[in-house]
């Protein structure tokens, strides 16, 4: 089916920069929506950024203007440039994926990749 893998993930001081990658393998599928979400310890996964196979994008309040959330359809790939970042940033970030996949049923269905841990220090 598909599979995602992150990438990019580190530790920052505060205002520094990171650049996040997952890209989606497999087979006979075709990636519709993706994004990025996070979770802090304690906290519920939280939507960060997403964007549609068209190029249209939704951020989080928390992050508009200081992410970008871009994707390379021929490649399968979504990237997240974290710039100016904050402790609050801290947490663990997924890529997520809507594919849609002929031979199956469902045809469309969600993935998750496993999480990069992104640290921001104060």
């Known amino acids: 089916q598909v599979q995602l893998v992150e990438s990019g993930g580190g530790l920052v001081q505060t205002g520094g920069s990171l650049r996040l990658s997952c890209a989606a393998s497999g087979s006979g599928f075709s990636i519709n929506d993706m994004g990025w979400y996070r979770q802090a310890p304690g906290n519920q996964r939280e939507l960060v950024a997403a964007?549609?196979?068209?190029?249209?994008?939704n951020y989080a309040d928390s992050v508009k203007g200081r992410f970008t959330i871009a994707r390379d359809n021929a490649k399968n790939t979504v990237y997240l440039q974290m710039n100016s970042l904050k402790p609050e940033d801290t947490g663990v970030y997924y890529c997520n994926a809507w594919a849609f996949i002929p031979v199956i049923h469902p045809p469309r269905r969600e993935y998750w990749g496993r999480g990069t841990q992104v640290t921001v220090s104060s």
């Open positions: 964007i549609t196979s068209g190029g249209s994008t």
